[in-house]
């Protein structure tokens, strides 16, 4: 009986020990796996900000990818401008009178913007103006109206006053076609001169 007690005496100092610091390591251990848990969590918000990330460039690069397909399907414009004149001669109608204009084959023209100017106009004679071109076949003229002779104050009391026409307009002319000016007047008198400028752009065409 007294062994046993001096046995149960020598063993409860070591259990204690031992029990506390198991209980050491285990709230060491749990810390560890709270930390460790808090880590984890961390690298997982982490990681989903940057895949948010991810997307947004990827949605980015998406759009800079379409804006370049839709810059290299946009056709190349190129502008063009050409002039001409006409003279209707003295003691003829001059009717049906036409500057030629040839439009490259592989391009279509585009024609933005049209002026006239008629010198030695009689006043009691006029002209009328237009722009004949071909689309899909098919030959259609664009009147740029009737001038006469309104415009600025003779210079030389001897010559009659200028004629101007100019006006915005949108005329297309297919490949390989010719583009006519066309100027007719009304009478026979004087000798007239028509310049004109024409302005636009030609479309690439495939």
Not at 15 to 32: M, R
Not at 149 to 171: E, H, L, M, N, W
Request: aromatic content about 6%; overall charge negative.
């Amino acid at each position: 009986m007294l062994e046993k007690k001096s046995l149960n005496k020598g063993v409860i100092p070591i259990i204690v020990p031992i029990g506390i610091i198991c209980i050491i390591l285990l709230a060491g251990l749990i810390g560890t796996a709270v930390n460790y848990t808090s880590v984890v969590s961390g690298k997982d918000s982490t990681i989903a900000a940057k895949n948010s990330q991810i997307d947004s460039l990827d949605s980015q690069i998406e759009n800079l990818q379409e804006q370049v397909s839709e810059l290299s399907s946009t056709p190349v414009l190129q502008p063009v401008q050409f002039s001409g004149s006409i003279q209707l001669a003295s003691g003829t109608l001059a009717n049906g009178m036409t500057y030629f204009y040839m439009v490259p084959n592989e391009s279509r023209l585009v024609i933005e913007f049209a002026s006239v100017r008629g010198n030695n106009l009689d006043p009691s004679d006029s002209i009328d103006l237009s722009i004949a071109t071909w689309v899909n076949g098919v030959r259609v003229e664009h009147y740029l109206g009737v001038a006469a002779p309104q415009g600025r104050a003779k210079i030389d009391t001897y010559s009659q006053p200028d004629i101007f026409v100019s006006q915005v307009v949108r005329i297309y002319a297919d490949p390989g076609t010719h583009v006519s000016v066309e100027a007719n007047r009304l009478t026979r008198i004087n000798t007239t001169l028509v310049v004109f400028s024409v302005s636009g752009y030609f479309l690439e065409v495939n």
